[in-house]
């Protein structure tokens, strides 16, 4: 069983400055509670039993791959053998019409999902997932402009698109007056960390990603001067590269992707996010397969109200299985936890929530080790 301790110490005022400028941090960074994870919406020719049937296992795929946030669940054994019975797991659907589109809305049931996925010792990621701050910087020719939110164009429906199939909080600056103010395309094109950062932090991100579209500077000049015996579709025009940073460890350096290369900027682009959902899940998502005793102390609950708020709080983490009180002594109550999966993914979870402030102590050796310290506030 490990232990760690949770709570407040406030032993001079060095520690209280740095406690304070961790505050600071930390309310920088947001997390988002992601609706309709059990719902999917699929395009249909027409509402014959056919054309919904096929939808149905479309839409439940679109589902799986958000509930465990990792793309390749589909070819997991179980999975794929539980897929044909895809109806055993719709609980209503509708018809609507969209953007002169006609969908089928499935919402499927909650409860015969995460069955399936405990069953298969696979994981299950919940509803509260990081905030995200996705900076595009378009290249075509020698022009660069900056994908705001309100742009109507192709690559903001493959964006949207991404965020609703893959329930991760995708956020586009909105590049008014005061992003105007604080980044500009050359920069955001450098990438630059300390500009992208400082632009970023009034959206009060998790992390935040930086792609770069081009059909000119990212191409090499064979690619910008294709053979005229080549077909049209043996060439690449449009090159793509992302990088990524965490805002809950800004020390470390960013995340460069690979750059790819295609015929189509919303296809790669497509592609890239669905790589970045998934390497964003592997971080978050709970291993079901694991179970692990953790004993933790909560310190500031000085009184019932509160008590009832952190057993709440504790217990809707999904990477938290059950709860128990085991110790009560003044302000401070130690519980045991039985988690679904590591303590990074419990760890993880906690840093998405306002509710616990992590602090760490330089006169205390052992909170500089690794150990993390929270001090709990109301909800």
Known sequence: MKQIFVGFTMRCIPFLLVMLFNTIIVKHVNAVEVKDLYLASVEVSSQSVQARNTAFKKALDIVLVKISGQTDILEHPIIKQQRARYQSFVNNFRYERKNGKSLLVVTFDESKINQLFVGANLPIWGSLRPQIVLWIIEEQQLTRRIISADTNNPINETVKAVEDNRG????????????????????????????????SMRYQPEAIVVVRLSD????????????????????????????????????????????????????????????????????????????????????????????????????????????????????????????????????????????????????????????????????
């Open 216 to 379: 000119n500077s990212l191409l090499s000049e064979e690619q910008l001067s294709p053979d005229t015996n080549c077909s049209e579709d043996c060439q690449p025009t449009v090159a793509l590269d992302w990088s990524f940073l965490s805002m809950l460890n800004t020390d470390q350096l960013p995340h460069f992707g690979e750059r790819v290369y295609g015929q189509n900027k919303q296809t790669l682009l497509a592609e890239t996010l669905s790589q970045i959902s998934d390497m964003v899940a592997k971080r978050y998502a709970v291993t079901t397969d694991m179970n692990l005793d953790y004993v933790i102390d909560v310190a500031n609950i000085d009184s019932l109200a509160k008590y009832v708020e952190v057993t709440q709080f504790l217990s809707q983490l999904s990477a938290v299985k059950a709860v128990k009180l085991v110790k009560a002594h003044g302000n401070e109550r130690r519980f045991s936890l039985s988690l679904l999966g590591s303590e990074q993914a419990f760890l993880a979870a906690l840093k998405l929530n306002k509710s616990l402030k992590r602090y760490a102590d330089p006169l205390d050796p052992s909170s500089l080790q690794g150990t993390p310290l929270f001090y709990w506030e109301s909800l």
């Open 168 to 199: 991760l909080p995708f956020t586009l600056p909105i590049m008014d007056l005061l992003d105007s103010n604080q980044i500009t395309t050359y920069e955001l094109w450098g990438r630059f960390t300390r500009p992208i950062v400082r632009a």
